[in-house]
């Protein structure tokens, strides 16, 4: 069983059934998926950039990647309708939980100046996103294979419907959030 979600069930769902007053197990806030995607620009004119990402994103998740396609044309961009622009893996269950022990202990702590992840990215409903401008700071990235440097968008969508049984779910986790 992954490690974050034996912490779960023994210390923080039991805090947040204290701490919000919370009569049911059922009712306590808890993680549902986390959706890791990447836009990758250059995949445009390269589609060797798009395999890499999905490559990394595969390494990173424990996942295949699925590829995204452009939803229509803007041609400022040179995109065409049906392109292959993208790649995401929605994560659930055992692999969602050790890859957000991964991101929390291993991923995070490795990004150059950080000072934590803002409370404010928060979407209302009790959802959380956060975006990484590097995939290599997930040591399964390989420094000298990674072709280019992709950015990636990490949204951990959450029960409970609201931003502060969230907030409090995250932290219990260990997420280093800026106060």
Not at 137 to 165: L, R, Y
């Amino acid at each position: 069983m992954a490690r974050l979600l034996e912490k779960y069930r023994k210390e923080i769902q039991p805090a947040l059934m204290k701490s919000f007053d919370i009569p049911n197990v059922m009712a306590v806030p808890k993680l549902q998926k986390i959706v890791v995607n990447m836009g990758v620009g250059g995949a445009i004119d390269n589609k060797k950039k798009l395999e890499a990402a999905a490559r990394d994103m595969a390494s990173v998740t424990g996942q295949k990647a699925k590829i995204c396609k452009a939803t229509k044309s803007v041609s400022g961009f040179k995109l065409r309708k049906d392109m292959d622009i993208g790649c995401m893996v929605t994560l659930r269950g055992r692999r969602m939980y050790e890859f957000l022990d991964r991101l929390i202990s291993v991923a995070i702590p490795r990004i150059r100046d950080f000072r934590g992840l803002s409370i404010k990215s928060f979407d209302g409903r009790g959802n959380y996103s956060m975006g990484l401008t590097e995939q290599i700071v997930f040591p399964e990235v390989n420094i000298d294979k990674a072709d280019f440097q992709q950015g990636m968008d990490i949204t951990v969508v959450m029960s409970g419907g609201d931003d502060a049984h969230s907030l409090e779910l995250l932290s219990q986790f260990g997420m280093p959030f800026r106060r």
